[in-house]
């Protein structure tokens, strides 16, 4: 099979392509950048004959639709939704099975986190949502709509444990990428960017859809904020979360449910300091006068902030998953957790967000060349591995040393 990475030149789209290109049945991995020396850079740091390169500029929709008649399945790694809404319609519209790891898509995309989304002409965003559905089943499309870490391996654990319970009732995902302790000391917020940081602190101020007591209702990011204890493969650390956008899928595809949200998991003081951010104004989008000058507080605090959370010489990353599912099983109640501590790859220079994250879009991707996952349309993540596909997910992963633990508790 062949496999178009979009976004082939950043941490992601690399790590992607290079688990790809360890598959014998990928022939070809073509890398899609605007920039021919940043994809030259990668393509020369996977060193493997299957990597092309294709300087491209996803505006031009005839030169993209050209690429894609020559490739499988697509990949999006783009961190944006004007970017990554604009390649998938191509797809979509020209007959490419595609995966996307941003998941804004199902069905309804993300009212608030829009960015640039250029809306055909009469079509709502609810429309457009329903409308790239419909096309990708007319053109034999699976979108795969959002398969990496959360949403992805989340997603994944959290629907099998479903199926497994013969009713399940309340959902809480907890899962984040946090630096490793030692690197947390060496930076403010206790943070350090594994991921386009501007798209965190979007997630951190947005509103968002959780289910309570059986209904949808609206609630303000980084809210809920719960603190616990990871006492799993040997670790034994105090962590918090508290409420993100990260798996909307969930809202839809599962709606029987009395309760849901997902959670991002930081280090203790985190989202203190993230809530004094917000109370001061510093994440805020309306510009302000400072001298005659209007600036953005959000666009001033990343200038000041980000080089300070980039990694130092040493620093690695650790992405943790703690998810609960409680129901009915034979009569009881009862609960089934995963959890999961990866940690970085320090012998091949990838973090453990890369790796968990770009390594379930390969497999993802490679599942639908491989003719293992099949339905059209937008399917998430829950809905298609699944009896063997997820056996064989949980296999893939593991040969990848990530390693889940999954746990069932009778209550009471």
Known sequence: MNVLVFGGSGKMGAAVAWDLVQQDDVETVGLVGRREETLARTRDWIG??????????IQDIDATVDLMAQYDVGV???????TSYKVVDTAVRHGLHFVDMLEEYHRRPDAYEIEGLELPEGMTLN?????????AIQNGVTFLDGIGFAPGISN???????RKLDKAEEVVARVGGIPSKEASARHPLRYMITWAF???????????NVIKDGEVVEVDAASELERFQFQQFGVDEALECAVTPGMPSFIYSRPELK??????????????????LKECGLLDLEPVDVAGTAIVPREFLLALIGPRLQPLEGDTDVCVMWNTVAGIKDGKATEIHS??????DTENGISSMARVTGFSAAIGAAFIGRGLITAKGIVPPED???????TRFLEEIKNRDIHILEKTITVG
């Open 259 to 276: 309760e849901f949200t997902e959670k991002t998991v930081r280090w203790p003081g985190h989202w203190e300091g993230i809530q004094t």
């Open 48 to 57: 493997d004959p299957k990597v092309k390169i294709h300087p491209l500029d």
């Open 156 to 162: 994944i654990m959290v629907g099998e444990a479903i």
């Open 198 to 208: 501007d798209h965190v602190l979007r997630e951190y101020m947005v509103k968002l």
């Open 127 to 135: 429309e457009y949502g329903d409308f790239l559905h419909e096309t």
């Open 384 to 390: 298609c591995f699944e009896g063997d596909v997820f």
């Open 76 to 82: 999006s790694t783009l961190p944006d939704r004007k």
């Open 339 to 344: 959890y999961m501590w990866d940690e970085a």
